[in-house]
């Protein structure tokens, strides 16, 4: 069975930092790819940022490109999303996923990831 678990969510003010991680089973952990997406009151959720598994490639969205930072620790099976220069509007549950096969080309989209955690609560203050 393939678990996530996020945490290190929190409230922080604006210009702050927080890591989030994600714990997965050895199994997620062998996915295409690993993913950080969001999901904000009433909006759609949006991917973050995401990397693949077979040749360490990073891939960002825009929004967040320059202030936050997705990495992985093998040795711990954990996936680590740091994030810098927070703003109010990067307030937002934050999931991380696993994906399929899917993920390995198109890292960015919903659909190639199969597996989610539950979310963690990431709130930033003005």
């Known amino acids: 069975q393939v678990q996530l678990v996020e945490s290190g969510g929190g409230l922080v003010q604006a210009g702050g930092s927080l890591r989030l991680s994600c714990a997965a089973s050895r199994r997620a952990f062998s996915s295409y790819a690993m993913g950080w997406f969001r999901q904000a009151p009433g909006k759609e959720r949006e991917f973050v940022a995401a990397?693949?598994?077979?040749?360490?490639?990073?891939y960002y969205a825009d929004s967040v490109k320059g202030r936050f930072t997705i990495s992985r620790d093998n040795a711990k099976n954990t996936a680590y999303l740091q994030m810098n220069s927070l703003k109010p509007e990067d307030t937002a549950v934050y999931y991380c996923a696993a994906g399929n096969s899917g993920s390995y080309y198109y890292p960015a989209k919903r659909y190639a990831y199969e597996f989610w955690g539950q979310g963690t609560q990431v709130t930033v203050s003005s």
């Open positions: 990397v693949r598994w077979s040749d360490g490639n990073l």
